[in-house]
Structures are given as C-alpha cells and as structure tokens.
C-alpha cells in the first residue's frame, strides 16, 4: 500500500514570505500521481497542483509550485509571497491504483499560520 | 455551474443510530467516491461508486453502505452509529474512476456522534 508522510504538524510563516511544507511518499508503482490539497477551516478541499510521475518538469500553479524530488521520494510544495488568506490545513496526496480505479491516500497535513 | 455539493452540513447523532448523508456531483460527473476524515487527520477512502455500482472499497465496516441514484448523485448511509463515527464526510466527484485533478470535493458534511 501506498503511504504519505507529512512531518510538520504546524508551521508559521511571515506574510509575503516563502514557505516549503514537506512531503515524503512510499510506492512500488511507476507512474503515479502527487497532489497538493488546501482546507480551510470550511472543510472543503480545494485542489492546488498535482505532479506526475514521469513529468519532467516541476509542477507550477500560480504561487503554489511543487519540488519534486523523485530519487528521493518527495514531492514538497513551495508557497510563494504568502498571504493572509493563506492560513490552513494543507494535505499532500498520492494516486493509488486499485483493482477498477484509483484512490487518494492522504498524508496527515500540515497547518499553516501567516502572521502579518 | 453547480460544483459538488453535500448535506446536511452539520448533524447529531446518537450512538445505535443510523444516518444517511447526500452528495449531488459536478455536473458532467459520473462517479462518486467518500472519504471519512476524523479530526486532526488526513480523509480515508471509504467507497466509490460508478454506474450506480460500488466499484472500490477501503477499509470499513459493513455498516458503511451507500447508493448511487441514476442521476450520480450518492448516498452514504451509516448504521449503528459509534462515538468514533465521528467525523467530517467528504464526497468527491470525477468523470469515470480515475480519481485525477479533475477530482472535486464538496464542502463535507460534520457528523457528530454522542
């Protein structure tokens, strides 16, 4: 089965700085798919980038841009210039493959707290 | 263009009782899965559901059960409710099984089991 680790339970940013929120992945598949989820004390998850395994290039989506480190089983997603609107949970998820689709499995998350 | 969308928003429930939660997907949707997510912690898969069939499983219970309506739309029905029953209830919706950025989720639906 397919497991991810997210590390930091909690992080603290500066408004309109950067900040790099970890995640490491498990899999003995070959291609497979990495995302990136933000949830507001809402609920809802709001999709943020995804990455393929076989894509060459790291992923971008505006501010948010994924570090895809593939030797080394991480898939880190970068925030540039945070803003306020910023402050949540944050969820890296995997693809899993199953016997007539796929699945997410979902890391633990990350809170993430801009201050001003 | 109606994303997904759940309810109740919030229940509460007794322990020993049944419930059923809703979810209507993206328009143009035709698949539906549920994930179960307790607090402080990542969702789980519960099921999905294509073609009015469930087509995936995770890790629960028979007292998990659910229903697509030929319109896509689900149901996910709990029955003798547990404290640790307790959760938010997402449903994500996709167009066939993939599970791909094309997923949506909904807003969740807060179930609260005393």
């Known amino acids: 089965a397919q497991k991810i680790t997210q590390t930091q339970p909690g992080m603290f940013v500066q408004e309109k700085e950067a900040v790099t929120l970890d995640c490491t992945y498990d899999?003995?598949?070959?291609?497979?798919?990495l995302f990136w989820y933000k949830q507001p004390s809402s609920g809802e998850m709001i999709f943020l980038i995804y990455?393929?395994?076989?894509?060459?290039q790291n992923a971008t989506e505006g501010r948010y841009s994924l570090n895809f480190q593939k030797a080394r089983k991480s898939a880190n997603l970068v925030i540039s210039a945070s803003q306020l609107g910023d402050s949540a949970m944050y969820f890296c998820?995997?693809?899993?493959?199953?016997?007539?689709?796929?699945?997410?499995?979902f890391g633990a998350g990350t809170i993430l707290r801009v201050k001003s | 263009d109606a994303g997904v969308t759940q309810s109740p928003t919030h229940l509460i429930k007794t322990r020993g009782q049944q419930v059923t939660l809703r979810c209507s997907p993206k328009?143009?949707?035709?698949?539906v899965s549920w994930y179960q997510q307790a607090l402080g912690q990542g969702p789980q898969f519960i099921f999905q559901?294509?073609?009015?069939?469930?087509?995936q499983r995770g890790n629960f219970p028979d007292r998990f059960s659910g229903h697509q309506f030929p319109n896509y739309s689900s149901e996910l029905n709990v029955n003798a409710l547990l404290l640790g029953d307790s959760a938010l209830y997402l449903c994500?919706?996709?167009?066939?099984?993939?599970?791909?950025?094309?997923?949506?989720f909904g807003p969740g639906t807060r179930l609260t089991v005393t």
């Open positions: 990455q393929g395994s076989y894509d060459e």
């Open positions: 328009s143009g949707h035709d698949t």
């Open positions: 998820a995997m693809r899993e493959r199953m016997e007539y689709g796929n699945k997410l499995v």
């Open positions: 559901y294509y073609e009015e069939e469930e087509r």
């Open positions: 994500a919706s996709s167009l066939g099984l993939g599970q791909g950025r094309d997923s949506y």
């Open positions: 899999t003995s598949d070959q291609s497979y798919g």
